[in-house]
Structure formats: structure tokens, C-alpha cells
């Protein structure tokens, strides 16, 4: 449970130097929230099973969720029988899976977050004037080999600063750089410092890559970091955005930091000589196990949480126009029989 109403609790001496403080924004950006009610939307309209390439955001619970409702995750197309409906996740996909799925005759969604086709784009247009592309990001990761495989004989993976030394281009005065959405912002500009130093004639994007939602919830933790003794990040391990959060936090200043997906994997030693817990989640993270985790403090001792908030937001996507098309003619078709 979670208050910021400001009005002072009656305190225990045990419990008076114990504070909770709840990150605010934290879990669910726009483009997660999107494709996830798109693939709950394509469960009621066209009924189960719907196929979902890779996971359709990075959390297991979510998963876990959908693939109750009859959602069924696979890693490759050539696992979902021809002519069933296949949803894109929202780290995007490469031209080739498009070009894979037509061939198979599948019925598509393409829920990639519009900010991450931002990129693609860039990336497309980049390629199209000939650039040397240097994509900062994690090898492997879905989001990377989408962008990636818009211009493959252009882009170059840089995953750290560390990599720059053995970077190189056809022309230093035509090099470009883009960015996996979900990096650390501190970690991205560091890199591209140190591309810059080496081609100084570095071509940034038009707009910066990192999403609006993964700033957001770096610059919270950094507010609520520095004199907490411990931070909870709620969200799972391969979620890109969610790691970064642990690594600001520690980078912030917090005591100790741990990355769990849900309250069942906090180790009651974390709490041992805490005074002072902050909490937050990462963009793919429902907040029903965020307050799990909240309702997991006040068990032990800890008063209600009181938020700080550094920014509001308020975007919403679309659907996916296919989607949407689809739900429209079910609607006229209800409406005229």
C-alpha cells in the first residue's frame, strides 16, 4: 500500500527512522501497455490460440498471464502453423520476418513500440544516404537484431565504450550513431563520447533513441536512490530497462540494490539494519507486484510508501492498425446482424 498524502503516521519507536519511497513514474510505459493489450485484444477478437513471436514484453508474469488466456510464445515463425495470427512483440522485428511470415501466409500484428520504429526508420534512412551506422546496444538482444536487420551491410554493434577502439567505418566523415531504447542514458552518452572523440564528424540521430519511459524512470531512481539503504527494482532479468535501473541506482549511491520479480524473491537478510527502502519497477512491470512488494515491507515493519514523483506522463498508442481495422468490422458486423 502506498500513500503520499502527506499526513504523519503514529510511528512505534522500532518503526519512527523507517521510510518507504515509491518511484513515481515506474512499471508500464505507453508502447508496453500497447502491445500488451494488443495480444489480449487479438485473444477476444479472434479467439485461442494467438502465436507471439519471442515474449511480448520482457516479464514473466506477463507472459505467464497471456499464455493463460491462450497465448502461445514461440522464438522462430516456423513454429506457428500456416495461416494462424502471429503477434510481433514490441522490440520490433528485422525486414526478414516480415518477408518470412507473407511467405508463410501468416496473419500478422506488429505490436513493436512506435519508438522503437523510430529507429528503424532512422536506421532505413541512414542506410538510404549511404552512412556507416553505429548501433549502441546489447548483443542479441530482440530489439537490436530488428534494427539491425533494417540495414545489415551498414550497422555495426557498439555495445559500450570499451568496444569503440576496434570500430571501423568506410568514410569518417559519414558515420551515424542510434541507440537501443532501454540503455542506461548516463552509459549511451558515455559511448557516444567516445565515438565522437574517434569521428569527430559522428552524425547523431534526429531525436533522441533512448525512450522517453526508460529516462523517466532512470532520473526517478536517481532521486530516490542516494541515501536509501536498500532498493528494490521490481521486474525480471532479461528485461534490458529493468537491469539498467539496479545499475543507476547503485551508480546513485544506494547502499545495496537487488533486481526481483515479484515479493517471493526478497531474502528478509536485505532488511537486516534498513532504515530507508526505496522502490521502483521497470517499464514492462504491472503494478500489482510492485504493491506485492510494498505489501512485503509493511509485514516487516515498514510504514506505508510515499511516492516522489519527477515527471508525469500521459502518452497512449494506438493499436496496431490491423488490429484495429479487425475490431471495427466485428463491431459492424454486431451491430447489423
Known sequence: MSTDLGVPAVLSPDEAERAVRLAAPRGYCAGVDRAVITVEKAL?????????????????????????????????????????TVVFSAHGVSPAVHAQAAERELKTIDATCPLVTKVHHEAKRFAAEDYDILLIGHEGHEEVEGTAGEAPDHIQLVQGP?????????????????????????????????????????????????????????????????????????GSANSSNTVR?????????????????????????????VNTVSVTSGASVPE??????????ADHGFPDATAVHTAEESLIFALPPELRRDIRAAEAAARNS
Open 44 to 84: 477476444d477478437l479472434y479467439g485461442a490460440p494467438v502465436y507471439v513471436r519471442k515474449q511480448i514484453v520482457h516479464n514473466k508474469h506477463v507472459v505467464a498471464n497471456l499464455e493463460s488466456r491462450g497465448a502461445i510464445f514461440v522464438e522462430e515463425l516456423d513454429e506457428v502453423p500456416a495461416g494462424q
Open 162 to 234: 570499451w568496444d569503440v577502439d576496434k570500430v571501423e567505418v568506410r568514410d569518417p566523415n559519414r558515420v551515424a550513431w542510434l541507440s537501443q531504447t532501454t540503455l542506461s542514458v548516463d552509459e549511451t552518452l558515455e559511448t557516444v563520447a567516445a565515438l565522437r572523440k574517434k569521428f569527430p564528424a559522428l552524425l547523431d540521430p534526429p531525436s533522441d533513441d533512448i525512450c522517453y519511459a526508460t529516462q523517466n524512470r532512470q532520473l526517478a531512481v536517481k532521486e530516490i536512490a542516494p541515501d536509501a539503504d536498500l532498493v528494490i527494482v521490481v
Open 288 to 297: 500489482e507486484l510492485v504493491q506485492g512488494v510494498l505489501g512485503y515491507l
Open 245 to 273: 535501473l539496479a545499475d543507476v541506482a547503485l551508480e546513485s549511491g544506494a547502499k545495496a540494490a537487488y533486481r526481483v520479480d515479484d515479493a517471493s524473491e526478497i531474502d528478509d537478510a536485505w532488511l537486516a539494519g
